[in-house]
């Protein structure tokens, strides 16, 4: 059973940078591609309505979220079975709980998540 752990959320000011990382149970990081979401406006027990923060592909392929491109980078070590999100100038409306997840040939597995909060 993979498990998605991730770390590294809690608070920060506004245009500030806090750094999430996700760490994954099993050797998945070879096969799947890995995202951060975060909760929006979304139900909590509902995934599939999250909103998309920064997504890689196995080869390294980016793709972000509208309202975080330029600041967010998104990263992977394979290796060490380990993703990263940076966060730089931060801004209050990025507060929000955040989950790591791993697409693995059309499944998703998802972490628990952590809160980040930027205050002004």
């Known amino acids: 059973q993979v498990q998605l752990v991730e770390s590294g959320g809690g608070s920060a000011q506004a245009g500030g940078s806090l750094k999430l990382s996700c760490a994954a149970s099993t050797d998945i990081f070879g096969r799947c591609g890995m995202g951060w979401y975060r909760q929006g406006s979304g139900q909590e027990h509902e995934p599939e309505s999250r909103?998309?923060?920064?997504?890689?592909?196995?080869?390294?392929?980016?793709a972000y979220g509208e309202r975080v491109e330029g600041r967010f980078t998104i990263s992977r070590d394979n290796a060490a079975r380990r993703m990263t999100l940076q966060m730089n100038s931060l801004k209050t409306d990025d507060t929000d709980r955040y989950y790591c997840a791993a697409e693995c040939s059309g499944a998703w597995k998802w972490g628990q998540g952590i809160q980040v909060t930027v205050s002004s």
């Open positions: 909103e998309l923060v920064g997504f890689i592909t196995v080869g390294g392929t980016r």
